[in-house]
């Protein structure tokens, strides 16, 4: 069992000394040392590995939180200032503005502690340490076990390791498979409870481009809001309390003054959530040109429809502008995704390198190998219509909001059926419910959703055969003659998940046979229908073959490593702390254009448009720029820096992430890639492939300047090398 981690390490080791390809890689922050710093340093980092990733002192990773469950955050202060994007603060600044107090239109800013806002629910988790678990995890793990096996015993290690070191200590552990599966790491976490909001800029500066500009560059977006970590007084985490006090961090970022030059080494630390960058061409080939068409239609069909009314009305603007972010940006990544594939000729650069995996395997001798690609052939061919319908149940189905929402009574129903369960129980249950009815009342709009069912309805209708459909569909062919409006209009007359009071009255008189109201509901009913077809036609088969895939990936990466010694392999992301560098660099998006580094404030003057929604600038950044108040904010070349690109291989969920110099020192906060390089999650072409960032300084010019909150910055560490 010792052999196989160790051998891994070797592996790495020799790896790490060969060539490197851009700024393609996300690493693990214990290998730093291993693996990076002397390319790191050779791109002209001046710091250590260990000044980066320390378990014996204090380092950069003790001011790297993951905000909430899906971006990163980084500590920019002695009292636990904590910085991400707007757009990952956006639904808790969403839940404090109304039509009177619009901090999203408007901005927020606490001109004193006592003035920050708290937001219940909201989270920041601290990595305190990684440790290779491997040979635990792996501990009576054989290679000819079925994969049920394999899995039960892997969960069964997991449990123990993380029982046994969370029996001693204050921390919480968690363990993930790395290297798809040929590696596990433990990672130690403390979780913060009490995260309250300090600022965050008017939507025109802290959203200026809106999903126009979103996955594009040249970007000029602020894209930044100001969070503060509170702890109890002993200094740990708690939930929130008056009481509570500024964390005080072992470490926060010193903020650099000196901008960014083309060709400068950058790293960006943080959380990437998701990618797939060892799959073969079958799966790129599903996913590209099956999968996001098809969801890229449904969702546009849904954006539309929200446009429609979020223009005509201010409220329902607001009560739709998270949805609509979230809705639209994976819409928009996805078009670009599958551009972005098409155009390196993706699919048939995989082939030719499965041609000569496959080669190569056929020499090696072993079957396995050998027979990797027919196998994942098969598979995925017996994978796409599954994954198909369920994206429609997802996409369609799912995306009707009363039906999503009647789907969350499942639970009460069956609890209310079961003899065994105690009034206790239910009870506790019916509380949920009653503040879930709360959120979701607030932000929903019943002739949106209506005329979203009518329209996704006729769509998943048309595009999937009978096998694949829920029952409901015979009712809208047989009773409304394929008129989906009238099986809408009887949805939405008879059933109460569109009507608060009535969902209200039922919980607050819950009595031991109300369940029967809710299961006679036509929306739980078109939920359950969906649940139904689901298990019974989806899960069992999608779960064996994915296992199965699961399975020879495992095998594919570690047959590549044995063909490739000198390739470069790092693990997909899987939402745990990564290390990601490259240069600051523009690219050429097409034949004859080429793109800078960076963009301005005259570029925003530039896109102004006051009829457009996306590009009205407030007259405050007008006069600063007419003035050219940029203080210490301004670039040597005179002008005030809003954004740069750079060639770090981020994705999802390092939104947030801190874009860190040579010297460590804070310049920018990761919030997107740009538009020719959106498939880097399934494949990176160092040519294209950029970061986008807000530049520190437009960040510090916003906070001081613009909003007059300058007395935040009397807690950070502002530093010139000028
Ligand atoms: N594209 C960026 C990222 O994936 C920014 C998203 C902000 N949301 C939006 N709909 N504009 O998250
Ligand atoms: N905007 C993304 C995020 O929210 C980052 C990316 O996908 O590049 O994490």
Known sequence: MKIRSTILVIIFVIFSRLTIIGGEGMWIPMLLQQMNEKEMQEMGMKITAEDIYSINKSSLKDAILLFGRGCTSEIISKDGLLLTNHHCGFGNIQKHSTVEHDYLTDGFWAMNRGEELPNPGLTATLLIEMRDVTDSILTAVDENMSMKDRQSVIKANIKRVTDNFEKGSKYKASVK??????????MITEVFKDIRLVGAPPSNIGKFGGDTDNWMWPRHTGDFSLFRIYVNKEGNPAEYSEDNVPYQPKFYFPISLDGVEEGDFTFVFGYPARTNEYLPSYAIEMITEVGNPDKIELRETRLDIFKKYSNKDPEVRIKYATKDARVANYWKKMIGESGGVKRMNGIEAKQKYEDEFTHWASLSGNDQYAGLMPEFKKLYGELTPIKVAAHYMMEAGMAIEIVKFASTYAKLVELSKDKTKSVDEINKEIEKLKKQNIAFFKDYYKPIDEEVMTS???????????????????????????????????????????????????????????????????????????????KEKFRGNMTSINNSIDSLQRIYLKAQMEM???????????????????????????????????????????????????????????????????????????????????????????????????????????????????????????????????????????????????????????????
């Open 456 to 534: 996704l309805l006729r769509i998943y209708d048309n595009s999937l055969t009978t096998e694949f459909k829920p029952d409901f569909f015979n009712t809208i062919h047989n009773k409304y003659n394929y008129d989906y409006k009238a099986y809408t209009q009887y949805v939405f007359a008879k059933s109460m998940f569109d009507k608060e009071g009535r969902l209200s009255s039922l919980l607050d008189n819950y009595k031991s046979k109300s369940y029967k109201k809710i299961e006679r509901d036509p929306a739980y009913i078109m939920a359950m229908e969906m649940g139904k077809l689901f």
């Open 177 to 186: 498979p790395f290297f798809q599966g040929n590696a596990y790491y433990m």
């Open 564 to 722: 490739k010694p000198d390739n470069h392999f790092y693990p997909d992301a899987n939402f745990t702390l990564r290390v990601t560098y490259g240069n600051v660099n523009g690219y050429s998006p097409k034949d004859a254009v080429y793109y800078k580094h960076f963009t301005t404030l005259d570029g925003i003057m530039e896109k102004e448009d006051p009829d457009i929604y996306d590009y009205v600038v407030t007259d405050r950044l007008r006069e600063l720029y007419e003035t050219k108040d940029y203080g210490q904010y301004a670039d040597k070349d005179g002008s005030l820096h809003v954004g740069f690109a750079a060639s770090n291989h981020t994705t999802g969920g390092n939104s947030g992430s801190p874009v860190l110099n040579a010297n460590g020192e804070l310049v920018g906060v990761n919030f997107d890639r740009c538009w020719e390089g959106t498939m880097s999650d399934l494949m990176y072409d160092p040519n294209v492939c950029r970061n986008i960032s807000i530049d520190i300084r437009y960040f510090l010019f916003i906070v001081d300047k613009y909003a007059g909150a300058g007395y935040l910055l009397d807690e950070m560490k502002l530093v010139s090398g000028e």
